[in-house]
């Protein structure tokens, strides 16, 4: 693919050494610098193509849908763009100039209300720019698997963005557990809370949200590093074929019972769909993509499942129940660093397992046949939240806002972090989520 210029949206210049001022894509005419109408037929292209990107996602939304849905054809829009992988790129390096900004932004911290405050506001920055970008921070991580060269690119925000958090974090003296991780999971905690906000019937306020951050992260920036919690370098090896679990018999989303001989194609089947829904998401995955990716033929895929949705049911199921096996196992009151960490740690096995379909379903499907289910995984969901914090030692007033962070700290988080994105492996995306609900629930750490 050509290299090409990724302009801001509002036509500004690329860079050092761009044209400045929006254009027309070669071959143009004499003057290749737009009119009026021109300019405003590429902002409605762009903004066209942010909200099909937030609504259907990179993989699933295409150059004649964004063209229809400003009134024009495909062909309108490469008069302006060299297709869809130009678009989310100049998003992303929105997204990289706005991360910049706030990261040389960070502010002096402290142990106390004057910190959390300055913390606070800080993080409620960071909300609105993750509000307005969704549709990008969503899918940029799928989209390094179909378009590395944007996968690249938004590494690179990162990189700059965690450079900017280092200084100051370094400038306040702050010392806390898993330090390396710090930046990303900063960034990672207030991206997947804001996002999960947002789908959310009734949304908590943003200040309210950006509080119970402020809180939680604060008291864990301050937390004492357990020497002994300590990883080794050493990391479990990912069972990355690990099956799920199939039942005999009737399950919902299949047309028929599994028989003893039908386990295997049924497995091979689940474990391709999962993979298929974490790479196109869920718009994106068609069951012929899922045959393809088995190795078994459309009939076999059909034999058991109606449609996407019937498949997606199935695995959604299985996430429900592993989810339910976790409640189970929560600490009694009063926990202590021991018993959250040795939890935290079953869970993280549970999301490398099922962290894909969770991450999916939570942010992409809303399949009415699929309501009553995903109504009871929130129940679920909420009852382990609300269980850590029955256990806190101050449990917060009003704690709507940190019931939303804490579901964004145990699904989203160690999922993205350590098998999306693979920033980081599994123990230290453990780790810090463990450090998180220790500093959140007021628990120490493990004696050494």
Aim: proline share 8%; no cysteine.
């Amino acid at each position: 693919m050509d290299e090409v210029a990724h302009p801001r949206s509002d036509g500004g210049p690329a860079g050092p050494g761009a044209v400045p001022g929006p254009q027309r894509r070669p071959p143009y005419g004499r003057n290749p610098l737009l009119a009026a109408h021109g300019v405003r037929a590429r902002a409605e292209i762009v903004e066209a193509a942010r909200d099909l990107f937030t609504r259907n996602g990179y993989q699933a939304t295409t150059v004649e849908a964004i063209g229809e849905a400003t009134g024009r054809s495909g062909a309108a829009v490469y008069q302006y763009f060299s297709g869809k992988f130009e678009i989310f790129a100049m998003f992303l390096q929105e997204i990289g100039d706005e991360l910049l900004r706030l990261a040389l932004q960070f502010p002096q911290l402290s142990d106390d209300a004057a910190g959390r405050a300055r913390l606070r506001d800080w993080i409620a920055q960071l909300i609105e720019v993750v509000e307005y970008h969704s549709g990008t921070f969503l899918g940029w991580s799928q989209v390094q698997y179909g378009e590395p060269e944007l996968g690249i690119l938004g590494q690179a925000n990162f990189q700059k963005y965690q450079a900017g958090v280092v200084d100051g974090l370094a400038r306040s003296g702050v010392h806390p557990p898993t330090p390396e991780v710090v930046p990303v999971g900063l960034l990672s905690v207030v991206q997947w809370s804001t996002l999960l906000n947002a789908r959310r019937p009734d949304p908590v306020d943003r200040t309210a949200l950006a509080a119970a951050l402020a809180r939680m992260l604060n008291a864990f920036l301050f937390s004492p590093s357990p020497s002994a919690a300590s990883s080794d370098g050493e990391d479990d090896p990912v069972a990355v074929d690990r099956l799920p679990v199939i039942p005999l018999g009737d399950v919902l989303g299949l047309r028929r019972p599994v028989t003893s001989r039908g386990v295997g194609t049924v497995q091979r089947i689940m474990l391709a769909a999962a993979d298929r829904f974490r790479v196109n998401g869920y718009r994106g995955t068609s069951l012929n993509d899922v045959a393809a990716r088995a190795g078994v033929s459309h009939g076999s895929v059909y034999t058991y499942w109606a449609d996407r949705e019937g498949l997606f049911g199935t695995l959604a199921q299985d996430v429900l129940v592993a989810i339910e096996r976790q409640q189970r196992l929560l600490p009694s009151r009063p926990p202590s660093g021991e018993s959250i960490d040795a939890w935290v740690e079953d869970w993280a096995s549970m999301i490398e397992t099922h962290g894909s379909v969770l991450y999916v379903w939570q942010h992409e499907v809303d399949a009415p046949a699929l309501g009553p289910l995903a109504d009871r995984r929130d129940q679920v969901l909420d009852g382990i939240v609300d269980r850590l914090l029955a256990l806190a030692a101050d449990p917060p007033d009003g704690g709507e806002p940190m019931s939303v962070a804490l579901r964004a700290v145990l699904t989203d988080v160690p999922y993205v972090l350590s098998t999306q994105l693979a920033i980081l492996p599994r123990a230290a995306a453990s780790g810090f989520v463990a450090a998180l609900l220790r500093a959140g629930l007021g628990v120490g750490p493990p004696p050494s």
